[in-house]
């Protein structure tokens, strides 16, 4: 911006890490007194029902065995005091004291029509009782990326979590693979298709923002009631509305539509969600040319009916229709070091065609007994059916470019150092149907609050898969046969049909230790049962949080340690040859996790700092490679190692009346893989030899190498990113959002099965979105007449948005090409250039 104020407040960024600790200040006041009693609509107290007051975070209190509690608030201003308990709904009492009153205040509260939340919609519950954070949802209509799924508001807001492909909505979470995160909508676990192999197959995340209410994250050491996977959970609930509302969005990359609402009696809500996304502007982009045809589309609807005040019902549902047809022409890619550059051409003739249909429902009953008991009684079926089908035939060279800027041929072929051709066929096709029904339950009394569940799914695998690959150079195939014979460089087949069940069970204890003094405890544990391998793993967790109230810093302490593992799923099982190991045990690990959560006021300003230093010592661990988005497993528990880093987020107005994020990630993560060797040959005088070069016969010696660690492909070293605010002075109403994320690579090798080799580093990652919004129309700032048509809409926004503002070539995967020397070059595939896009949104 040419605005000075912007970059003044860029320069307090730094200012604002340095100054963290001693930027607090504490401001005397008048006060007065509120006390009263809370009960239910028969009469009955209350206990342990949560008193704040909104904006001041440092009051508040809990109602005791008798319902009854005491706060000192502010004077002489109107404040608003909100009443919230487990199982009931929320309320709120405006009022203004006067200094010295005492305000007796009673309130009745009603039963809630969520009778089991997973969490606190609040963020000062998340703090104090939980490793983790809540989700800004609506922050991501703000966050200028192609696609606006829920995924951008992880990667700016939650710690730890690694997104460097914006095709994908894939993420890694502190040295974990796309594989190893949860996600829960409404208590229902989510899937994602298995065979995509690039972001630009994919289609829409499950999750639309349009329906979310809150989310809550968290990068590890959560706790027992959320299940078996090695690196993160999502909770996301989906919204429960009061009163009619809808959105519309339209753009150059697809477009949504929502409608909610309730009935008179508010028994009854809805929630219904239509999304499409067209990302053939974006793929444009890519240094493939050709003809891409993505369709990507969802409905989803949310209901609940409110049978009494104490049974309601819901019922979700997700269908999902993702077809991908690509026809190549051409590739031309330059690559290399700036006094060795290569190019690549490649002449392309056949076609992609990829299709993934989703459906998934799910049913709960909601019961509560009394004020202390209640059950969630739930059943979910998930069905996906995939196929996969390219031949596709590409014609290549390679060529040295002349890089002497005197040559009248700068830029121009110097000579040529191959030529080939690439033959890639695949047929696959995967049907899974995965089934479940579960039960859980939760007991409140005094300072306890135990939760338990039980669930058992059912799953049913068909897999066919036919893939092949054949290579050739200057009309030899590779790997080179006799004349006879044409050997093919690689092949996958096989035919599976597996079924299985699971059966898994929690329980876990929230003891508030001492109120006063803000200490909790969560501890409890999981056991899962497989029937493939007939394996019983035991997972035991604990959390530990500490809001001191005698501070005048508002800080919570908290840290957490457990197991968790992850039992197979049909991927992990599946090695590199496409056979299936029904012997392979979960993989598993172990949490330690420990961190501060901070609010404070700077410039006279809301802030939070939260940062946690982590280890995470894994073992029984199945190695895998990246290609893209696609991972393959070795189908082994062969391997151990580690994660180990810090995280921070700073979350606050950098800018008056506008929320930014700053966050940073150090992180590594290595494995050992057990009987990961290779040999070193040597010849009479000690020097080298390599096997295949024309000196074979002067080998004489040989030595065994054991490679030990080496990084694991998901090894991330650091991480920053930056969303930032801005608005015009005196226009509040147009405003500037950036979004910055920087990365160094990520390890990569050929693709020899030899994962020892893979030691490379791709380049970093760098990579600056920019979106300018104008706030067009607003029912609250423009009177509007009462037959005029505006009066339906509540607010209209318009967007442009600049991706990839600097044009930075980001390198996702690479293609590895071979000549009739059996040289390797690596290709590197780019993900997407600078593009515009405009968006309008209708709020009504």
């Given at each position: 911006m040419s605005n000075p104020r912007f970059g003044l407040r860029m320069l307090r960024i730094p200012a604002l890490f340095i100054f963290l600790f001693i930027c607090l200040y504490s401001n005397a006041q008048q006060t007065a007194i509120v006390t009263g009693k809370i009960t239910d609509s028969a009469g009955e107290p209350i206990p342990g029902v949560n008193i704040k007051i909104s904006g001041f975070p440092k009051i508040g209190d809990a109602t005791n065995e008798d319902g009854v509690y005491r706060i000192e608030a502010p004077a002489e201003k109107e404040i608003s005091i909100i009443f919230s308990s487990v199982s009931y709904d929320s309320d709120t009492q405006i009022v203004t004291l006067k200094t010295g009153e005492v305000l007796e205040l009673n309130r009745k509260l009603n039963i809630g029509l969520s009778i089991i939340p997973l969490v606190e919609v609040t963020d000062e519950s998340i703090r104090d009782e939980a490793s983790g954070v809540m989700i800004d949802a609506q922050a991501i209509e703000r966050i200028p990326t192609p696609f606006g799924g829920f995924e951008a508001a992880l990667a700016s807001q939650a710690l730890g979590v690694a997104s460097t492909n914006e095709l994908s909505s894939t993420y890694s979470v502190r040295g974990g693979n796309y594989d190893e995160n949860l996600v829960y909508v409404n208590d229902f676990e989510v899937m994602r298709p298995f065979l995509i192999r690039s972001g630009q197959q994919e289609g829409l995340s499950f999750i639309n923002p349009d329906l979310v209410s809150n989310a809550f994250f968290s990068s590890g050491g959560f706790q027992p009631k959320y299940g078996d996977k090695l690196s993160s959970v999502l909770d996301v609930q989906y919204k429960r509305p009061k009163e009619f509302h809808g959105s519309l969005e339209l753009g150059l990359l697809g477009g949504s539509f929502h409608l909610e609402g309730a009935d008179k009696k508010d028994k009854f809500t809805y929630l219904i969600g239509v999304r499409q996304k067209s990302s053939q502007y974006l793929l444009k982009s890519l240094e493939i040319e050709g003809q891409y045809s993505p369709a990507f589309t969802d409905v989803q609807s949310f209901f609940t009916y409110k049978v009494n005040d104490k049974v309601d019902l819901e019922w979700i549902s997700n269908f999902a229709m993702n077809k991908f047809v690509f026809k190549p022409v051409s590739r031309e890619t330059t690559f290399g070091v700036v006094n060795n550059v290569l190019r690549l051409t490649v002449y392309f003739d056949g076609k992609e065609e990829d299709s993934y249909r989703t459906f998934m429902t799910g049913f709960g009953v909601n019961q509560k007994l009394n004020r202390h008991l209640g059950f969630k009684w739930l059943a979910s079926v998930y069905r996906s059916v995939e196929t996969e089908a390219f031949d596709i035939l590409g014609e290549y060279w390679i060529d040295e470019v002349e890089t002497d800027f005197s040559d009248d041929n700068f830029g121009q072929t110097r000579y040529s150092l191959g030529v080939g051709g690439v033959h890639d066929y695949v047929r696959n096709d995967l049907e899974t149907t995965v089934s479940s029904a579960g039960y859980k339950g939760y007991f409140i009394e005094g300072t306890h609050t135990l939760r338990w569940g039980t669930n058992y799914?059912?799953?049913?695998?068909?897999?066919?898969?036919?893939?092949?690959?054949?290579?050739?150079?200057?009309?030899?195939?590779?790997?080179?046969?006799?004349?006879?014979?044409?050997?093919l460089g690689y092949v996958l087949?096989?035919?599976?049909?597996?079924?299985?069940?699971?059966?898994?069970?929690?329980?876990?204890?929230?003891?508030?230790?001492?109120?006063?003094?803000?200490?909790?405890?969560?501890?409890?544990?999981?056991?899962?049962?497989?029937s493939i391998n007939k394996e019983w793993v035991v997972s035991p967790r604990i959390q530990f949080s500490y809001h001191p109230k005698n501070l005048k810093s508002d800080l919570v302490f908290r840290a957490a340690a457990g197991l968790y593992n992850q039992p197979p799923f049909y991927r992990e099982m599946r090695d590199l040859e496409g056979n299936v190991n029904?012997?392979?045990?979960?993989?598993?690990?172990?949490?330690?996790?420990?961190?501060i959560d901070l609010n404070f006021k700077a410039w006279n300003r809301k802030f939070k700092f939260v940062t946690e230093l982590y280890y995470k010592y894994l073992y029984d661990i199945v190695p895998f490679e990246y290609d893209n988005v696609l991972i393959r497993y070795f189908g082994e528990n062969k391997a151990h190692g580690y994660a180990a880093g810090i995280d921070f987020r700073l979350h606050g107005e950098l800018v008056e009346g506008a929320e930014s994020w700053i966050s940073m990630s150090i992180m590594s993560t290595q494995e050992d893989i057990e009987g990961d060797q290779y040999f070193q040959y040597f010849d009479s005088t000690g020097s080298q030899v390599f096997p295949g070069s024309g000196n074979s016969d002067a080998i004489v010696d040989t030595n065994t190498v054991y490679p030990g660690f080496i990084p694991r492909p998901t090894d991330q070293r650091v991480r920053f990113n930056l969303f930032f605010q801005d608005?015009?002075?005196?226009?509040?109403?147009?405003k500037v959002h950036l979004n910055l994320v920087f990365a160094t690579g990520l390890p990569f090798g050929p693709p020899d099965k030899e994962r020892y080799r893979d030691v490379l580093r791709s380049p970093f990652y760098r990579r600056v979105d920019i979106g300018f919004s104008a706030l067009l129309f607003d029912i609250n700032r423009k009177e509007v007449k009462p037959k005029s048509f505006m009066k339906h809409f509540e607010s209209i926004w318009a967007t442009f948005e600049v991706y990839n503002l600097l044009g930075v070539n980001n390198v996702v995967s690479y293609v590895w090409v071979k000549d009739i020397s059996n040289t390797i070059y690596a290709v590197p595939n780019y993900l997407t250039n600078r593009r515009v896009n405009l968006r309008i949104i209708f709020k009504f």
């Open positions: 799914q059912y799953e049913m695998i068909e897999d066919r898969l036919n893939e092949w690959e054949r290579l050739d150079s200057a009309g030899y195939s590779i790997p080179y046969g006799d004349d006879e014979a044409v050997v087949k096989s035919n599976i049909d597996l079924q299985s069940s699971r059966i898994n069970a929690y329980v876990q204890d929230t003891w508030t230790i001492n109120a006063d003094k803000g200490m909790n405890l969560t501890y409890g544990a999981r056991i899962t049962w497989w029904t012997d392979l045990k979960a993989q598993k690990s172990f949490h330690a996790v420990a961190g608005y015009l002075p005196k226009l509040e109403t147009f």
